[in-house]
């Protein structure tokens, strides 16, 4: 490839990521599915907690934990730890949404048969689109993280304890673990969205997979033992599994939050199945018709 080639492709690359940003943020659909899991990450890993500790009354979040140990999990230090913990199941849902629509409401829009075949190259378009989804994706667990510990620090304040901050390394941990999740559920409905050329059947598809058939498969493996060695190395497994290396605390497990694979088993996993949703993506809106 000439070094004119090489930049005109950069270029467009370039040129496909701004065009795919715009959209997305002028689209509202992409802010509700943002602001409903920051909404629902603050909801169930502070509000309900908080109200369970200032009343005294344990709810299904906090169930079995001693009051001071209900305090610990919503100080400043505990946030990489805590903010991952609802990303396993229904913060990976939302963001199967939000690939599943991103791409799938292309073909409904008939935004891709435009794009595909009077823009740049396929594999450029497409892969402008998935690079916007990874910076959106890193966006969210940054902001989500900024947030948490903001409500946090004003939970320790009123309860008159010790501001201490998460180390460095720990808070990296929790960033880079929230990524994994969330980007490879973002990559699956991204891939499912491409499959399903729409975005009503992607999004139910994944769903049902996400907080059903995943599940459903575990139950069995518990009675059938053979079948472990497909679902130890689910999806879901391994995205509950990284959430569940991030916990230091014992208490009642959140859904979705497992520990059958180790921390790196779980990123191994993680990282193949990201680089294989995006390599099935764009093979497949490449070598596909768009009729």
């Known amino acids: 490839m000439s070094v ?3 930049t005109s492709t950069m270029s467009d690359l370039i040129a496909s ?3 795919e940003r715009l959209r997305l943020t002028k689209w509202p659909a992409f802010w509700i599915l943002l602001g409903s899991w920051i909404l629902l990450n603050l909801t169930f890993a502070y509000l309900f907690n908080y109200l369970a500790y200032r009343s005294g009354e344990q709810t299904s979040m906090s169930d079995g934990l001693p009051k001071d140990q209900l305090l610990q999990q919503m100080l400043p230090g505990a946030v990489p730890e805590v903010f991952t913990q609802g990303m396993a199941m229904f913060g990976g849902a939302l963001m ?3 690939g599943a629509l991103t791409i799938g409401s292309g073909y409904g829009w008939g935004t891709w048969k435009t794009v595909l075949t009077q823009g740049p190259s396929r594999i450029v378009a497409i892969s402008g689109t998935l690079i916007c989804l990874a910076v959106v994706v890193v966006g969210l667990v940054l902001a989500a993280f900024a947030v948490d510990l903001g409500v946090a620090s004003l ?3 009123s309860e008159s304890q010790q501001l201490l901050m ?3 390394g720990h808070s990296l941990d929790g960033i880079i673990s929230g990524s994994l999740i969330l980007g490879m559920w973002t990559l699956a409905g991204a891939l499912i969205g491409a499959i399903a050329r729409g975005p ?5 598809l994944g769903l049902i997979w996400v907080l059903v058939v995943e599940n459903l498969l575990r139950g069995v493996a518990g009675i059938f033992g053979p079948i472990e060695v497909v679902t130890d190395r689910l999806p879901g497994t ?3 599994s990284l959430a569940g290396a991030m916990r230091t605390t014992d208490g009642p497990p959140t859904p979705g939050v497992l520990d059958i694979l180790t921390r790196v088993e779980s990123v191994i ?5 990201t680089a294989v949703f995006v390599i099935a993506t764009i093979w497949l809106i490449r070598r596909r018709d768009l009729v």
């Open 166 to 168: 998460p180390s460095l």
């Open 238 to 240: 391994a995205a509950g």
């Open 17 to 19: 990521v701004r065009a």
């Open 4 to 6: 004119r080639t090489a």
């Open 269 to 273: 996993a993680l990282t193949i199945y």
């Open 96 to 98: 199967l949404i939000l």
């Open 200 to 204: 009503a059947l992607a999004v139910g």
């Open 155 to 157: 939970i320790a304040s």
